[in-house]
């Protein structure tokens, strides 16, 4: 690409390694010659794997960050960047501004479902949720229209932001290709979930599935990688002590640097994906967990919603089972770890679709064309 055209990244939310905004986008977009300069809370100043990292302020947590937008807007218009790609829906009227003082291309990557997603927060008081949800998803479409392109994470969430943004591009959030097979026979009898844990993921039901395992199966442990969230939870799930979640084998392992999450999942037998179907994300959203089990060849046991569903059925890389029924999910458990030649055969038909059907790269391809057609550079060459 001869003059390197600048991409300026911008989160006032995310962290700057987060795995879709630096891992998959911004450095997928480095290495295709673009010149990107990623602006996010907390960055430590420098360039990392070929993008330059800038600081915004990340003090005041949630109440403050409406004191980083203006910061923001200012770093970003200091860049004069060819192109601006904005990841939170706060940016919004903050993203319709910069593209009228800069007369530069501006694209919104939509990553959840924001008026479901809003409806559950917590923080919001509940006759409160719906209304805001409702303004939110309002100032959503209103900004869609007036900046250049869209990027969803599904179809489904596309086709909500057909009407009002002709350039909306699918983006999957799929992990990159693996690089090497891995070991499909002879795991060690753990149990993995992976990525944010909390009452609409299994957290409710994660003591009784791992007593009814532990029951059956003594040497099985249950390896919770990643951040926890209790609240709304009973009193008596959030109280529970180590030595309870120690004595049925339960073992949280906390948040690691992404490229150490496939070391941790090539280390277990299973991965495990509780969904609630009450919570309407979990109906609409595509499962990226799905994919990084399917990568690390595990066998997967999920809740039983449509989209997990379908691709676990089609690729025949698991077990689907009643989505909070904490028996069945156990017996499922126990089944894969009973028979771990049956395991090893689905763990292979899954790292085979990751290999070949679900990677990175090819959403990496539909990104780098976007950027392209919005500066008028043409196509990109494969």
Known sequence: MPDRPHVAVLTSVHPPF??????????????????????????????????????????????????????LLW?????????????????????????????????????????????KKHWIPGPLRRPVARFAAA??????????????????????????????????????????????????????????????RGLGMLHATAAVVAARYPAARFHILGPVEWWGLPAAERNRTESEWEAVGVRFL????????????EGAAVGWLPRDPAARNNLLAWPNKLVEYMAAGLPIVASDLPTQSRVIREVGCGLVVPAMDPEAHAEAICYLLEHPEEAAAMGRRGFEAA????SWEGEATKLQKLYTSLLGLGEPHD
């Open 18 to 71: 987060d795995t879709r905004v630096f891992y998959r986008e911004a450095r997928s977009m480095a290495a295709a010659g673009f010149r990107v300069t990623l602006l996010a809370p907390g960055a430590p100043r420098g360039e990392r794997e070929g993008v330059r990292l800038e600081p915004l302020p990340s003090w005041g947590g949630r109440a403050g960050r409406p004191l980083r937008w203006p910061v």
């Open 139 to 200: 100032v959503e479409r209103w900004a869609a229209r007036r900046l250049d392109a869209v990027v969803a994470v599904t179809e489904e969430m596309a086709q909500r932001f057909a009407a009002v943004q002709p350039r909306t591009v699918v983006v999957r959030n799929l992990p990159e290709a693996p690089q090497r097979e891995p070991v499909f026979e002879g795991r060690p009898p753990v149990v993995i979930h992976s990525g944010l844990m909390n009452a609409e």
């Open 75 to 119: 770093k970003a218009m200091r860049l004069h960047a060819d192109l601006y790609h904005l990841h939170d829906p706060e940016l919004l009227p903050w993203g319709v501004l910069l593209r009228r003082l800069t007369r530069r291309p501006v694209v919104y990557d939509s990553h959840e479902y924001l008026r479901e997603d809003i409806e």
């Open 355 to 358: 290999r070949t059907r679900f």
């Open 254 to 265: 906390g948040t690691v640097p992404y490229p150490e999450v496939p070391s941790y999942l």
